[in-house]
């Protein structure tokens, strides 16, 4: 990752309008009528039922998605108190952070006042705006009694994000930290250099986890809180330790732990050699940890090392947290955040860390694998699966343990929603997987010895979307599975020149015989065939030992599609097949066809695509709304060429299928547009609707479009859905994404749930 440089840094928060956040309207006020509501007279109406009753505040108002981030810049970063106006591009970067993680919307507010008690009262006096306070950069002691009032105090939730938010964090990280070496933590001798708001809070949750507090020594500015300190507040008072010490460079000799909480490079290589073996450092100071990367891991190479920077592995920074736990606190509308939703955040981040980690978040730090190792001890900030097993942990815990005002009880539906607030996968895309995994099907893939089909393989395996069977060299895949620390269990692999019995390999090649006698192919042609992966992987569809086949990835899509339409042919009531392409865009899906298969469709070849389509599209339950396009509108165009083929296409389909929403020529804006299309041309069947439904004249224009609109990343591409198959088998793009290999398994899932069993 590059490095920032001031002048970047300088520029980024400059450039275009200063800061780094706008308030956005989130209903309609382009007419007088829409601010006659907005404002006054409709506004007086929310106002007379928030009176009546003031819980209607969280029904008509945004407070139940607001949370306050408030400061008085006395600890920003490890920059210390350096004021509330310098403090504020940190706690506009919160409010980002919360927005882009969690969807939580941020006021950021800067108080002037350094004294407590007053602290106290303008945070209570403006409390009735939010769902939620995120006290943050505040120095110790202050911050503790701050906090503690406002929770005695108020009825939402109160969180020292610098507190707990790093305990949380941190505490995750220990935990994998100490199972990848195989301390215990009871016995872990534990460094913590700073005794602010952080460390304090960070501690006390380490010893409540099991460290043994005899085993802590801290330290601040003046050195280790010892027997000796006299000056000690109340907090730091509970740490002194017993032990004769009285420097940081003493202290840190044969530790295991170091925890640093303080100022940037107060640690030398030389005290990092003076650790025990395997020792964890995590450097948590900001911009500049006690010891950088680099020297750390200089000094040692056997330590596992954090900071609390994006450029270095292992980011243990409470970003992981604050956006996801007050997601959760704000869905059940807790009325705070308790002790049991801390924990529960911490051990669901320690177990993510653990899971299989998906190719977005590879790709996003440029990797080609992420896995659960030294390196990787805490999830990744980016990683899209944080705010569903975060948040939903704190949800449950804040239930559990009774504080949650608005309980939920679809878990399912919560999670769904969870993943709809980041437009992480659609809505499509999870119910897919979801009724994929309501009944597994066997998937062969023809290119098992390929890195990214074992990725979506090892994916589709533990979501329980499939039961993967793999065609490869078994020796290969093994080798691949073990140098990308992969876990596949006990995965079927078919190497089709070793392991298939004769008897198989006979009965394989009389199927194919049987189909194709009558078309010159002879048994000894028949038996060379099933030596071909595509050929295999489609008889054991056809004959029963799978139940949709997966391929072309790695091969030109004629050559794969070819073996498929010999083994299982097309369906009866379809005269061709066709391919479809589901296109996630932020307006909903729009489906595209034919993107793959046929060069230069007849009238008729339009009319079976799309009828085909029509079926495809409402088995998403989704009513289609049809438009055959070209570059002309409704007869516009008089010539030949393919607005008559369109024009002509339409024509039958109206006749002979008035039930279906279906209309053209027309033009893609047009098409897309139903009140333009509406206004001049009001006679169409799609009347003033969106098509959602997109058929293409020719080839060239169906596959250029889906491929258009993938590559400028304004969708994310579903297919190509072969259409017309008797049974499911799909043949992947090359160079498909593992994401798109699993969406395309779920799909052939899904596909092979309604194939009739024979
Ligand atoms: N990675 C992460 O997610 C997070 C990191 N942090 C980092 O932790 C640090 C502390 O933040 P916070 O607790 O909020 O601030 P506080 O102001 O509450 O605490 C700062 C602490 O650092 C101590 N300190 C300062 N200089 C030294 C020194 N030379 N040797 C030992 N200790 C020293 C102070 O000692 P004294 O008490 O004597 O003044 C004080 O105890 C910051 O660098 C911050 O960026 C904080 C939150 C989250
Ligand atoms: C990350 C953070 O909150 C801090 O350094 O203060
Ligand atoms: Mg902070």
Redesign the pocket.
Known sequence: MPRISRLDALKYHEKNRPGKIEVVPTKPHNTQYDLSLAYTPGVAQPCIEIEKEPDNVYKYTAKGNLVAVISNG????????IGPEAGKPVMEGKGLLFKIFADVDVFDIEVNEKKPQKFIEVVKAISPTFGGINLE?????E?FEIEAALKKELKIPVFH???H??AI??AAGLLNALELNGKSIEDIKVVI?????????CTRLYVSLGVNSENVVM?????VLNEGRTDLNPY?QEFVTKRKVNT?EEAMKGADVFL?????G?VSKKMIKSMAKDPIVFA????NPEISFENATAARSDVIMA??RSDYPN?????LGFPFIFRGALDVRATQINEEMKIAAAKALAGLAKEYVPEIVARAYNKQNIVFGRDYIIPKPLDPRLIITVSTAVAKAAMDTGVAQNPIKNWTAYKQELSNRMGISGKQVMSIRNKARQNPKRVVFAEGNDFKILKAVQYVTREKIAHPILLGNEEKIRMLIKENQLELGNVEIIDIFRTVTEDKRHKLAKTLYEKRKRKGMTYDEALENTYNRDYFGALMVETGEADAFISGFSRKYADTIRPALQVIGVKEDCNHIAGMYMMITKQGPIFLADTTVNMNPSSQTLVDTTLLTAREVKRFNIEPKIALLSYSNFGAFKGLGSPVRVKEAVQILHEKHPDLMVDGEMQANYALNGKLRYKRYPFNKLGDHDANTLIFPNLSSGNITYKVLQSIGTAEAIGPILMGMKKPIHILQRDSSVREIINMVAIAVVDAQSVPEE
Not at 137 to 141: E, L, S, Y
Not at 315 to 319: F, K, L, Y
């Open positions: 006395t600890a920003v970063l490890g920059l210390g108190d950069d505040i120095k110790a002691p911050c994000d610098d507190q938010g790093t964090i941190s250099c700073g005794a602010g708001a952080a460390a304090i809070s330290c601040d500015s003046k050195g730091k940081l640093g909480l303080s100022v940037g107060l948590m100071a900001n911009p900071t609390g980011q243990i920074n409470n970003v």
